[in-house]
């Protein structure tokens, strides 16, 4: 967010710089003429809608170049806006378009530059041959404890290769995607300061997927169990290398405080992403429902003539508001190394699903019996925005999160 000619230095703007407003616009046009016009066919086969990624690859918008691009812009806040856009268009084909991201990001912050180079490229292809990656951390057993993870990962001294046996749940283009990082244990005993992630390269043997899941929601959206059984990969897989794991575990076992837990530090950084998920899909459904009340005439005035409705419509206005500028700070916090002291990235997405579910349930309110139906895209973005007080830490543990860091107290 830069200074303009004609705005003084003050030292804090909310104004986005023309490269943001450029790339909000971008995603917009996509959002609206590509993913919207596709979102209830690909909601009802329950697929990954391959033809919108294509496309998406086509113009640079499913590529490693988009999302480095936007990661590392210096506001902090190219990832929210363009995520809200895409979201906007529709949450399931938008998870599609960005679920390649949560791996890679876990490869940024885990791995080495090296890692970075090698494995990030091999996520996302090209646009003639798309690839996809999946980040693999939740298990039937270990959930929003993600101390509890059984996969265990054993060093073959022999060979230089980590073996790798367990089975991931939940995972985003799991079994479908070319480059899986998964989160395993190590050393059991020491929790998930005892874990490390690792990447299983294309076509390596002994992956493979389980049940794919039917869902609520994010139906265009890919959720699947991968199972790993005798995963071998190269000691060049664990992220971070050997050095820095053994540093790390040999603190964990003094009982010293360690910087490295993997997969919380994943969750950490794409927080804020996953609060302006939630705000793209809310101001979808609060635009629709705002459009519908001014136009539907009942009892001979249009229905956001009534205050009951003008009112929720205020309300969702505000909320979303609301949402989308703590989403903002918190990504601007990340970017800008800031100490999360208030937890403040968990703040973000908290509110920002929270928000979504009201809103899109409201918005099924608002227009009566047709926002009831599958005529009407309002429904689907109820059932989507669900999932934002669920993945990434459920709503629950955003407030455990919340609550330690405000209290200073073990709150359980
Ligand atoms: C569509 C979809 C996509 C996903 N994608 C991925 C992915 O790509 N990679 C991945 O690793 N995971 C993924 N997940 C998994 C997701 O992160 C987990 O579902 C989530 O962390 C919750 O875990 P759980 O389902 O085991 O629920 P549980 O942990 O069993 O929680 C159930 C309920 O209990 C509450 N609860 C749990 N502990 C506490 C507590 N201490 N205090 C109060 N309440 C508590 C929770 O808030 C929740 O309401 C995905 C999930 C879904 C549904």
Same mark, same amino acid.
């Given at each position: 967010?830069?200074?303009?000619?004609?705005?003084?230095?003050?030292?804090?703007?909310?104004?986005?710089?023309?490269?943001?407003?450029?790339?909000?616009?971008?995603?917009?046009?996509?959002?609206?003429?590509?993913?919207?016009?596709?979102?209830?066919?690909?909601?009802?086969?329950?697929?990954?809608?391959?033809?919108?990624?294509?496309?998406?690859?086509?113009?640079?918008?499913?590529? =490693?170049? @988009? @999302?480095?691009?936007?990661?590392?812009?210096?506001?902090?806040? &190219?990832?929210?806006?363009? @995520?809200?856009?895409?979201?906007?268009?529709?949450?399931?084909?938008?998870?599609?378009?960005?679920?390649?991201?949560?791996?890679?990001?876990?490869?940024?912050?885990?791995?080495?530059?090296?890692?970075?180079?090698?494995?990030?490229?091999?996520?996302?292809?090209?646009?003639?041959?798309?690839?996809?990656?999946?980040?693999?951390?939740?298990?039937?057993?270990?959930?929003?404890?993600?101390?509890?993870?059984?996969?265990?990962?054993?060093?073959?001294?022999?060979?230089?290769?980590?073996?790798?046996?367990?089975?991931?749940?939940?995972?985003?283009?799991?079994?479908?995607?070319?480059?899986? +990082?998964?989160?395993?244990?190590?050393?059991?005993?020491?929790?998930?300061?005892?874990?490390?992630?690792?990447?299983?390269?294309? &076509?390596?043997?002994?992956?493979?997927?389980?049940?794919?899941?039917?869902?609520?929601?994010?139906?265009?959206?890919?959720?699947?169990? +991968? +199972? =790993?059984?005798?995963?071998?990969?190269?000691?060049?897989?664990?992220?971070?290398?050997?050095?820095?794991?053994?540093?790390?575990?040999?603190?964990?076992?003094?009982?010293?405080?360690?910087?490295?837990?993997?997969?919380?530090?994943?969750?950490?950084?794409?927080?804020?992403? +996953? &609060?302006?998920?939630?705000?793209?899909?809310?101001?979808?459904?609060?635009?629709?429902?705002?459009?519908?009340?001014?136009?539907?005439?009942?009892?001979?005035?249009? =229905?956001?003539?009534?205050?009951?409705?003008?009112?929720?419509?205020?309300?969702?206005?505000?909320?979303?508001?609301?949402?989308?500028?703590?989403?903002?700070?918190?990504?601007?916090?990340?970017?800008?190394?800031?100490?999360?002291?208030?937890?403040?990235?968990?703040?973000?997405?908290?509110?920002?699903?929270?928000?979504?579910?009201?809103?899109?349930?409201?918005?099924?309110?608002?227009?009566?019996?047709?926002?009831?139906?599958?005529?009407?895209?309002?429904?689907?973005?109820?059932?989507?925005?669900?999932?934002?007080?669920? @993945?990434?830490?459920?709503?629950?543990?955003?407030?455990?999160?919340?609550?330690?860091?405000?209290? &200073?107290?073990?709150?359980?």
């Amino acid at each position: 967010m830069s200074e303009t000619a004609d705005s003084p230095a003050t030292g804090f703007s909310l104004e986005l710089d023309e490269d943001i407003r450029d790339v909000r616009d971008w995603a917009h046009g996509f959002a609206r003429d590509v993913i919207r016009p596709a979102a209830a066919e690909w909601d009802e086969r329950e697929e990954t809608p391959w033809p919108v990624l294509k496309e998406a690859a086509k113009i640079g918008l499913y590529s =490693l170049d @988009f @999302f480095a691009n936007q990661w590392l812009e210096p506001s902090g806040v &190219g990832i929210p806006v363009a @995520f809200e856009e895409l979201y906007w268009g529709d949450p399931g084909i938008a998870l599609s378009i960005t679920g390649t991201a949560l791996a890679a990001v876990a490869v940024a912050g885990n791995g080495t530059q090296e890692q970075l180079f090698e494995w990030t490229p091999q996520m996302f292809g090209s646009p003639d041959d798309i690839k996809l990656g999946a980040f693999c951390s939740s298990e039937p057993d270990a959930g929003s404890d993600v101390s509890a993870i059984r996969t265990r990962a054993v060093y073959d001294e022999a060979t230089d290769e980590w073996v790798l046996n367990g089975t991931k749940t939940w995972a985003t283009n799991g079994g479908i995607a070319d480059v899986h +990082v998964v989160v395993a244990s190590v050393e059991p005993e020491l929790g998930s300061r005892g874990q490390a992630s690792f990447v299983v390269p294309p &076509g390596t043997p002994g992956l493979s997927q389980g049940q794919k899941f039917a869902k609520h929601g994010i139906r265009a959206s890919h959720t699947a169990e +991968v +199972v =790993l059984d005798d995963v071998r990969v190269p000691g060049r897989c664990l992220l971070g290398g050997k050095e820095r794991l053994d540093e790390r575990l040999a603190r964990a076992r003094e009982g010293r405080s360690s910087k490295g837990q993997a997969a919380m530090k994943t969750f950490e950084a794409s927080r804020p992403s +996953v &609060g302006a998920m939630a705000v793209g899909c809310a101001r979808a459904a609060y635009e629709y429902a705002r459009d519908y009340t001014v136009q539907r005439e009942q009892f001979g005035k249009p =229905l956001a003539e009534n205050q009951a409705v003008a009112f929720t419509l205020a309300d969702m206005a505000t909320r979303i508001d609301a949402a989308r500028l703590l989403v903002w700070r918190a990504a601007w916090m990340a970017r800008n190394d800031k100490e999360f002291a208030q937890a403040e990235g968990s703040m973000s997405k908290l509110f920002a699903s929270e928000t979504a579910a009201w809103v899109t349930q409201n918005a099924i309110r608002l227009l009566g019996g047709n926002g009831y139906t599958r005529e009407y895209p309002v429904e689907r973005w109820h059932r989507d925005a669900t999932i934002f007080t669920i @993945f990434e830490g459920a709503s629950e543990i955003q407030r455990l999160i919340i609550g330690r860091a405000v209290t &200073g107290l073990p709150v359980r």
